[in-house]
């Protein structure tokens, strides 16, 4: 190889390194507090979220993206809040409940906080490369604590070890498949009952579940698919512990037993307002 090939090579080589190491350049929310300024989570406040949540998303869970992203004064204020969830030690000791509702908000927050950046999009599997580029899931970090951590790691390594299955009609990764994002910062005081809700309001609808009273078969989301296991190690025990949020149509076609279960198409369309 001649002199100038070899640096045109090694140039080329170099230029690829750069690009794949931006493209897969981590971001950060929130902000690192010194160890002195950190709270237990049960001192965290949500009402920032909460009137966020009221002004921008709907009964539906569908979000105003495009006035959110618009309005600098409610982008600063996500931050702010961004900024609140970072200040919590999660080693601190805290309320189990505090604590359910504190993640919960964090992955939503930092879900909306995501899309916004790269809002306008049609869907968040946009930015959830697979190999290489920017995944939305693995490369945006909250601050937390003197740690950081990712979306990924909020929904299996911290949520999912909590031992409340439905946490997943809670958490939204901004989709129409999705739970509803509730219009409401969930709290430790209102969390059963919000949990409930969602739950309850999640099974309710036709993209979630349906039943095929002619060919005896329940359909349900593919998040039961993909979570069965926190709900149950058999497919009998996974409806048994989602029937007391069913409608009575589904809680009657279900306590008949002799019933086969298929999983729903998921639909990764962003959950904007129209």
């Not at 965290?44 to 002004?55: E, M, N, R």
């Not at 899931?137 to 390594?157: A, R, V």
């Not at 979570?227 to 949020?245: C, E, H, L």
Request: charged share 20%; hydrophobic share 40%; with cysteine.
């Amino acid at each position: 190889m001649t002199t100038h090939k070899l640096c045109q090579f090694l140039g080329a080589a170099m230029m690829a390194i750069v690009t794949f190491s931006a493209v897969n350049a981590d971001e950060f929310a929130g902000k690192q507090w010194p160890a002195a300024k950190q709270v237990a989570i049960d001192d965290v406040k949500h009402d920032s979220w909460d009137s966020l949540l009221q002004k921008y998303v709907d009964e539906d869970g569908m979000v105003n993206y495009q006035d959110w992203q618009n309005n600098e004064t409610d982008r600063a204020l996500l931050q702010t809040y961004l900024e609140s969830l970072s200040q919590a030690n999660p080693n601190a000791k805290s309320d189990e409940k505090a604590k359910l509702a504190y993640w919960i908000n964090a992955y939503n927050a930092l879900t909306v906080e995501g899309i916004l950046r790269v809002y306008p999009t049609t869907s968040i599997r946009n930015h959830t490369a697979r190999l290489i580029g920017y995944n939305i899931w693995k490369n945006l970090y909250l601050y937390s604590g003197s740690s950081k951590i990712n979306l990924d790691s909020i929904e299996h390594q911290v949520l999912r070890k909590m031992n409340e299955p439905r946490i997943h009609f809670a958490i939204v990764c901004a989709s129409i498949g999705c739970p509803r994002l509730l219009n409401r910062a969930y709290t430790a005081d209102d969390l059963e009952d919000q949990l409930t809700a969602n739950a309850t309001d999640f099974f309710s609808r036709s993209q979630n579940l349906k039943i095929d009273t002619k060919d005896s078969i329940l359909y349900l989301s593919s998040i039961m698919s993909w979570f069965g296991s926190d709900f149950g190690d058999s497919t009998t025990k996974q409806v048994q512990t989602i029937a007391p949020y069913m409608s009575k149509e589904a809680k009657a076609f279900v306590a008949k037993g002799n019933f086969s279960v298929r999983y729903l198409d998921y639909d990764w369309d962003l959950n904007k307002q129209k």
